[in-house]
């Protein structure tokens, strides 16, 4: 089967969306952090947790409910030379929501993803991973967090020159000591649970990114985040440059992957229709804060005006 062109991706049936379940102005049919249970197909039980010695809600003795604070920005400056990107910035993520983040172009939603896992360091103020800040931690320990914490870069960010299969297993090879035919399983299942699966994508593990059309490098680049078996997976702008069908399918992917995997998520778009699909809670960064963060529902109902002219896209 030839997966080298859009019009496949957009044919396959697999996770795409209804039409009524994806549209401007309508939520998500249940929120999932409530439900999403760590002990499925691919939960805290999984071979790759425990070769790694993870467990969600569990940090270096510490532990974590669903619904309790896993990240915290407490009164948070970060500035490139004069460009002051936030000030003062207050901001919780709760253990096993998907927290949507919105805001103006080049207003430094991206930042706020590169500060949880150590890519960027505050200028003041603390960025909190069960209560250890980030910013004080040690190469080592960073190692450590950029396992749990795995985040999905714009672009995707994949290898050209390796295989899929050597794509997203990768991070296996670098930090456990599983086997070649084992982690080519656990690939395999990465790709299954994105909608790759090498039983309904003949050779498709043996192929280089660049035979792939954008759709699906997108869900090759998901397929290795999760293949640590993540406690949290960050997403920059995940349906840029996607046409709609895969905007679609990208979004249930998100929560499918809340649901079967019982992670957080932390997804930063400027995609109304993605992030009210998504989002168990909706937050919008304005004038280097994060003044509103509400339940989807509740941010939906917002009557002030600098929320309203943003997600109805109006201009002055």
Known sequence: MSTSNSDQ??????ESLDAHELVEGQGPPAASSGSASSSGMFGSSSGVRRALGTTIGEFNGKTCARGE????????DKAFGSNVIYKGMDLDIRLGETLTIIGGSGEGKSVCLKLMIGLLHANAGRVLYYGEDVGEMDAERLREIRMRVSMVFQGGALFDSMTIAHNVGYALREHTDMGDEEIERRAAESLTLVGLGPDTHAGIMDQLPAALSVGMRKRVALARSIALRPEVILYDEPTTGLDPSNCNRIARMIRKLQRELGV???????????AWYVADRVAMLYDKRFPWVDET????????PRVRDFIEGRTS
Do not use: L, Y
């Not at 957080?264 to 993605?274: K, Q, W």
């Not at 529902?297 to 002030?304: G, L, N, P």
């Open 297 to 304: 529902e509740a941010f939906r109902a917002i009557e002030d």
């Open 69 to 76: 604070t896993v990240i915290q920005f407490d009164q948070v």
């Open 9 to 14: 991706d957009a044919a396959e049936s697999g």
């Open 264 to 274: 957080t998520s932390i997804v930063v778009t400027h995609d109304m229709t993605t």
